[in-house]
């Protein structure tokens, strides 16, 4: 059997008009959360730490960020999100960075980044 990786970037677009995010209370909000991941992400080699900073600024812009298809916002999920990795085991957390590399590295779209981040608001 042939599994798609979450990295594929036609894997995510699997999803669009399936994902349903229920809005939990959150600790953090999202400038906190982008100063924390820039914190915890810089003892990462610098690969991987260039490209999560540069997924941040993405993040952080106006456009982009809106899935329509599924009628979520990065600005909603990425708190939620980070608060459960950032108390999760150092793997959980690497993921999470390769997560916010590949976003950069493999394509940025709005479904892909709610996609991506979507995984960790389980944990």
């Known amino acids: 059997m042939n599994k798609k990786k979450i ?8 999803y669009d008009g399936t994902l ?5 209370e959150c600790n953090i909000d999202f400038e906190t959360t982008i100063k924390e991941i820039t914190e ?3 003892e990462y ?9 540069k997924c941040l600024v993405l993040f ?4 982009g960020n809106m899935d329509d298809r599924n009628n979520i916002s990065v600005r909603q999920i990425l ?3 980070w608060e459960k990795v950032k108390s ?9 960075f390769e997560q916010l590399q590949d976003i950069v590295t493999k394509g940025s779209c709005p479904q892909g980044r709610v996609t991506r981040l ?4 389980g944990i």
């Open 40 to 42: 915890s992400v810089q």
């Open 20 to 24: 349903t995010f229920n809005q939990v």
């Open 88 to 96: 999760a085991d150092e793997g959980t957390q690497l993921i999470f």
């Open 118 to 121: 979507m995984q960790f608001v």
């Open 45 to 53: 080699p610098d690969t991987l730490k260039n490209n999560c900073l």
């Open 7 to 14: 990295s594929d970037k036609e894997y995510v677009h699997t």
């Open 60 to 63: 952080q812009r106006a456009r």
């Open 79 to 81: 708190p939620v999100a």
